[in-house]
């Protein structure tokens, strides 16, 4: 699937411009692989800044990740491969 804007959003940031800020992501149609694709936030490329946080919930609600800004030069960026949490509920 592609990016979809509307399920983007800053959670916090820093009146400090040095500290990252967190955002969030809801890619429930995505794999966690796709999202960390290079320029899979394309459209965001002046938003997000090398250093910046974003927790993602994908996989039909499955899975969720935290993933780190590797790159971002204005023209291409880059995330980490997540770390991985898996959604259990066993109550």
């Known amino acids: 699937m592609a990016f979809v804007l509307a399920n983007f959003a800053r959670v916090s ?3 400090n411009t040095s500290a990252p800020t967190i955002w969030s992501y809801n890619a429930t149609a995505d794999a966690q692989a796709d999202i960390d694709a290079a ?3 394309l459209a965001v490329i002046n938003q997000v800044q090398v250093g ?3 927790i993602a919930v994908t996989d039909s609600n499955a899975k969720y990740g935290t993933y780190l800004c590797l790159s971002n030069d204005g023209t291409a960026i880059d995330f980490t491969n997540a770390t991985v949490g898996t959604v259990t509920d066993s109550d």
């Open 13 to 15: 940031s820093s009146g």
């Open 52 to 54: 910046d946080v974003l």
């Open 39 to 41: 320029d899979y936030f």
